[in-house]
């Protein structure tokens, strides 16, 4: 009864907290108050974010009688002071709550904290929403590129950098401090942006190869008994084999596709002899995709499932008679790249030159593919038996992509992406209708 009565007061301070900061005119007592609110919704349970949260949307959202108001003025009279105006009365109170907590000590981070727990229970109360639409506007001005700091990660870097990094690789795991060791050697690059409120917290972070041609399979990248290559000579080719994100607060928030233009400018910089800069990626859902059906969704237009298109992926998921077979079972049995039938390759690499090439700019299209095309990179080539994990069998027949990135074109790709148009190779295309 009594820990029951002790959340409930904490709750209650909370509430009062945020009360008290958002009505405070001057700024003298702005940043004791924000303090406040950060330390009494650090003693918040995880329970009571539902409570904390729904306070905010129902307490802080814009008078609705004002907003009326002002865009009927506007609407009347576009002058400048109807515009303020109407953006004054517009904007969530909840905007300035989060402005002022960010005054508050480390007060960036606590704003950072407070949408990781937010979006843990988006799903259970989706009208909150409105609460993270106002935190993720904010986030993406705090957070924004000409903001944030790229710095080289390697051996020498914090201890407590190096240990988010194998904490946080969501890609190819990082299997501890050799294996890391490995991945900071000359012939690899990592590199990470930081914000100057967050100096130890990697927020985002990529990793490359220096090779002398593009890779088709990933595990020489990541063996951590590969011999290194130390001769900057014969770096011709720049692989992004992996990008992580580190802080699950910013979902969202634009980092990625920045970093990796940058770190191509620098690699460029630092190795003229450099020409290509490309991905090594995996392809996640795919065979989900598969086992589904393969259907490309209402969001991709007929007319670009042309009949030979159609037919092929007909055929293509004929031949793997997933039907009478589950890939689950398949896997189960034994099934593996090196013992497939040439047929069953024919057809996997059909279906997912398919699914990446024509599907990619639909809702349901693949993240990953998104990310890359959407960053102006081309869809170069898929790679048979390029991943051959547990991991890459069962989301891609351990399938992989290059996505290459042509300095000199990713402005025009990305404009044709925006417009629906995904750029792939002719290797690509003859893989969609064998």
């Known amino acids: 009864m009594l820990e029951k009565l002790a959340k409930a007061r904490n709750l209650s301070k909370a509430n009062n907290a945020i009360k008290r900061l958002i009505s405070e005119r001057g700024e003298s007592n702005a940043v004791s108050m924000a303090d406040d ?23 802080l959202n814009p008078q609705v009688d004002a907003v009326l108001k002002a865009a009927q003025n506007f609407a009347a009279e576009s002058t400048a002071r109807n515009y303020i105006q109407l953006q004054k009365v517009s904007e969530s109170p909840r905007q300035e709550l989060f402005r002022r907590l960010n005054r508050a000590g480390h007060g960036t981070a606590a704003v950072v904290q407070m949408r990781r727990d937010l979006l843990q229970i988006l799903d259970k109360k989706p009208e909150l929403a409105a609460v993270d639409f106002d935190m993720r506007h904010l986030l993406s001005s705090w957070f924004n590129p000409g903001f944030l700091k790229m710095h080289r990660v390697d051996w020498k870097s914090p201890a407590e950098v190096l240990e988010k990094l194998i904490h946080h690789e969501a890609v190819h795991a990082i299997d501890g401090w050799d294996d890391l060791r490995r991945r900071l050697q000359p012939d690899h690059r990592c590199f990470a942006f930081f914000h100057p409120q967050l100096p130890s917290e990697p927020l985002i972070f990529v990793e490359v190869a220096l090779l002398p041609e593009i890779p088709t399979v990933i595990t020489p990248l990541v063996d951590k008994k590969a011999e290194t290559v130390d001769q900057p000579s014969q770096y011709k080719v720049a692989v992004f084999y992996s990008i992580s994100n580190c802080e699950p607060g910013l979902r969202g928030v634009s980092m990625g ?29 795919f065979m989900d995709w598969v086992s589904a059906g393969a259907n490309l969704g209402e969001d991709v237009p007929a007319e670009r499932l042309k009949p030979n298109l159609r037919a092929a992926r007909d055929q293509a998921l004929a031949n793997l008679k997933l039907d009478a077979q589950s890939w689950t079972e398949k896997l189960s049995a034994g099934w593996h790249p090196d013992l497939a039938s040439p047929k069953e390759q024919e057809s996997l690499l059909c279906l997912a030159s398919i699914y990446l090439g024509l599907g990619s700019t639909g ?9 890359h095309l959407g960053n102006g990179a081309k869809l170069h080539l898929v790679n048979w038996a390029g991943d051959l994990s547990r991991k890459g069998l069962r989301q891609s027949a351990g399938l992989m992509v290059n996505y290459l990135y ?29």
Do not use: C, W
């Open 257 to 285: 596709n920045f970093l990796i233009k940058r770190v191509a400018e620098q690699l460029h910089a630092e190795f003229p002899g450099l020409k290509t800069f490309v991905t090594l990626s995996p392809i996640p859902g």
């Open 37 to 59: 609110v950060v330390n009494n919704y650090r003693k918040l349970t995880k329970d009571q974010h539902i409570a904390f949260f729904t306070y905010l949307f129902e307490k």
């Open 406 to 434: 042509d300095l000199g074109n990713v402005e025009e790709n990305h404009e044709k992406f925006a417009n629906g148009e995904i750029v792939y190779s002719r290797s690509v295309g003859r893989l969609m209708a064998p």
């Open 363 to 371: 809702r349901n299209g693949n993240p990953v593919a998104k990310f």
